[in-house]
């Protein structure tokens, strides 16, 4: 079936760095998109970064543009968001997604279960 688990998360002082990971099985990885999300308590989950089936092509939401890269190895079905200067406001519950194409990457129905970022002033 298809698996999408995330990992790399935990507690970090503001100012440093996460890399996350999101290995992916159960599908044809290297055919998909893939993208990553958070959800802040109370707040509704939002768009933090997106990229092509090939790499080629990058998306970021403007609040972390600068800060954070997302990447992927399609040799290991994995893809990566390596999150640095990392601020209070940067709390959340990080998802990763596959989706077909970047466009219907919102409302993908394939996301993993999400991994906790803490970032502490």
């Not at 990553?36 to 998306?59: D, L, M």
């Not at 994995?78 to 640095?84: F, G, Q, R, S």
């Amino acid at each position: 079936q298809v698996q999408l688990v995330e990992s790399g998360g935990g507690l970090v002082q503001a100012g440093n760095s996460l890399r996350l990971s999101c290995q992916c099985s159960g599908f044809t990885f290297d055919d998909y998109a893939m993208g990553w999300f958070r959800q802040a308590p109370g707040k509704e989950r939002e768009f933090v970064a997106a990229i092509s089936y090939n790499g080629i092509t990058t998306y970021y939401a403007d609040s972390v543009k600068g800060r954070f890269t997302i990447s992927r190895d399609n040799a290991k079905n994995t893809v990566y968001l390596l999150m640095n200067s990392l601020k209070p406001e940067d709390t959340a519950v990080y998802y990763c997604a596959a989706a077909t194409n970047l466009a219907v990457m919102p409302t993908t129905p394939l996301r993993g279960q999400g991994t906790q970022v803490t970032v502490s002033s």
